[in-house]
Every structure is written in C-alpha cells, then in structure tokens.
Nanobody, 116 residues
Framework: QVQLVESGGGLVQAGGSLRLSCAAS????????MGWYRQAPGSPREMVAT???????NYADSVKGRSTVSRDNAKRNMYLEMNGLKPEDTGVYYC??????????WGRGTQVTVSA
C-alpha cells in the first residue's frame, strides 16, 4: 500500500513562508503526477499545485507567483514552498499521487494556519 506522509505545516504570520514536504513510500517511481491540495473548513478540497514526473508544473491562480512545487524522484519526495502567505491559505494540505494506472492516493494532511 502506498504511503504518503506530509510534514512542515504549522502556524505562521501573514507574509511569512513555509516549506511543506511529502514523503512517498511503498511505491515504484512510475507514478505520473504528484500534487498538493488543500481544504479549508467548510470548503471543498482544491488543487494548489501539481507536478508531473517530468517536472511540468501547474498552479492554482490563488498561489501562482508565490509558490513553487518541486520533487525529487530519487528520494520519492515532493515539496511546496509558499511565500507571502495569506490568511486565506489556511487549511489542511494534502499530498496526492496519481499513478500511470489511474490509481490515486492521498496523505493524511498537514495543517497550515496563517494568522492575520
């Protein structure tokens, strides 16, 4: 069973920065796309950023220009660096993996809270 473990969340003041990490295990390196999603209380889960195995990235408009998603295929890790954090960035951030087969996996999430 694929395991995804997020880390790096916490409480930060508006304008600050965070670096989230996702460690994948029990998985081969042939997964297609990894991504970060977030869910604020009372809101649906939304895409934040995705990155293909080849490094092609896609960002939500709300974080574009102040976020960078990256991955280390050898270490099976993915990262999300966020700068200029805003209170509306608050939520639980989830790591997502979509395999070439179409199978999809989620981590348990890490809480990010941005205070005004």
């Amino acid at each position: 069973q694929v395991q995804l473990v997020e880390s790096g969340g916490g409480l930060v003041q508006a304008g600050g920065s965070l670096r989230l990490s996702c460690a994948a295990s029990r998985v081969t390196l042939n997964f297609a796309t990894m991504g970060w999603y977030r869910q604020a209380p009372g809101s649906p889960r939304e895409m934040v950023a995705t990155i293909t195995r080849g490094g092609i990235t896609n960002y939500a408009d709300s974080v574009k220009g102040r976020s960078t998603v990256s991955r280390d295929n050898a270490k099976r890790n993915m990262y999300l660096e966020m700068n200029g954090l805003k209170p509306e960035d608050t939520g639980v951030y989830y790591c997502n993996v979509v395999m070439y087969s179409g199978s999809e996996y989620w981590g348990r999430g890490t809480q990010v809270t941005v205070s005004a």
